[in-house]
């Protein structure tokens, strides 16, 4: 089983910066990819950002230039550094992991955070 536990949502101003962390633990064999979603009341749920196992990146086009995902080295913790907030980024953030755990590596699972809130306003 594997569990994934995301922190760093909050309240922040317009213009501000937050750390979004999701930290996976069990027993996992590898990470084929990780991704951040978010959900804003009434609004479907949205890709923001995604990291795959060989380094590469992807944005949704809102947040280009102002969010960055990275991983810690050696870890299974991703972070979602989020600069530059607008009003229009308050939603529920998820984060979203495939992976292949070490009881059955022939297989991919897909795994979601519990979510954090992040809310911007003044």
Known sequence: QVQ??????????????????????????????????????????ELVA???????????????????????NGKNTMYLEMNSLKPEDTAVYYCNVALRESTNIGREVDYWGQGTQVTVSS
Request: net charge positive; charged share 20%; glycine share 16%.
């Open 4 to 45: 994934l536990v995301e922190s760093g949502g909050g309240l922040v101003q317009p213009g501000g910066s937050l750390r979004l962390s999701c930290a996976a633990s069990g027993s996992i064999y590898s990470i084929n990819y990780m991704r951040w979603y978010r959900q804003a009341p009434g609004k479907q749920r």
């Open 50 to 72: 995604g990291l795959i196992s060989d380094g590469r990146t992807n944005y949704g086009d809102s947040v280009k230039g102002r969010f960055t995902i990275s991983r810690a």
